[in-house]
T-cell receptor
Framework: DVKVTQSSRYLVKRTGEKVFLECVQD?????MFWYRQDPGLGLRLIYF???????EKGDIPEGYSVSREKKERFSLILESASTNQTSMYLC???????????FGPGTRLLVL | GQQLNQSPQSMFIQEGEDVSMNCTSS?????WLWYKQDPGEGPVLLIA?????ELTSNGRLTAQFGITRKDSFLNISASIPSDVGIYFC????????????FGDGTTLTVKP
């Protein structure tokens, strides 16, 4: 069974902290994605990776960075968390072009 | 980037009623996808459409890929309480390296 896991379901951090969100997939997928979900705004792509050590900015990369050292793992980093980064963060993976994206359960991040 | 207009934004219906939602774009897509997100979970693929004019069913769900390739709709027949959630459309382009553009979602509430 396909599985995308995210390190935390809920996270509370303070303004200015460095935050790491981890995502692991067990499907040997090339593509991995980080999205942010806010009410009424749908899913907005933060970063995308199409191979190990390869990354591409999405629609809202400001304030975020990513790391993909191994094929199965894609990390989202908030260098200095701010209150406007309070959101639901969703990780997804897919096997290539025109392949379904499989989503993790999401991490609900609260920045105080 | 490409924009998807998904409507309606929300729906409140009685159990047993049929539901219809749609997505339109100003430009064409090669693939249309429909996802459902249960409360507190990540989106899960419901139906994928690969050809203009294609009509595909998955149980009580039916989706169509518009002939112009700029729109798609999803119908749910005889709704039940577990249909509650957020429904997202997504479009993919052959030139976009596996990325999807998502609509803002339709939130469905079903009253027993």
């Amino acid at each position: 069974d396909v599985k995308v896991t995210q390190s935390s379901r809920y996270l509370v951090k303070r303004t200015g902290e460095k935050v790491f969100l981890e995502c692991v997939q067990d499907m040997d997928h090339e593509n991995m994605f980080w999205y942010r979900q806010d009410p009424g705004l749908g899913l907005r792509l933060i970063y995308f990776s199409y191979d190990v050590k390869m990354k591409e900015k999405g629609d809202i990369p400001e304030g975020y960075s990513v790391s993909r050292e191994k094929k199965e793992r894609f990390s989202l980093i908030l260098e200095s968390a701010s209150t406007n980064q309070t959101s639901m963060y969703l990780c997804a993976s897919s096997g290539g072009t025109f392949q379904t994206q499989y989503f993790g359960p999401g991490t609900r991040l609260l920045v105080l | 980037g490409q924009q998807l207009n998904q409507s309606p934004q929300s729906m409140f219906i009685q159990e047993g009623e049929d539901v219809s939602m749609n997505c339109t774009s100003s430009s064409i897509f090669n693939t249309w996808l429909w996802y459902k997100q249960d409360p507190g979970e990540g989106p899960v693929l419901l139906i994928a459409l690969y050809k203009a004019g294609e009509l595909t069913s998955n149980g009580r769900l039916t989706a169509q890929f518009g002939i112009t390739r700029k729109d798609s709709f999803l119908n749910i027949s005889a709704s039940i309480p577990s249909d509650v959630g957020i429904y997202f459309c997504a479009g993919q382009l052959a030139t976009n390296a596996g990325k999807s553009t998502f609509g803002d979602g339709t939130t469905l509430t079903v009253k027993p």
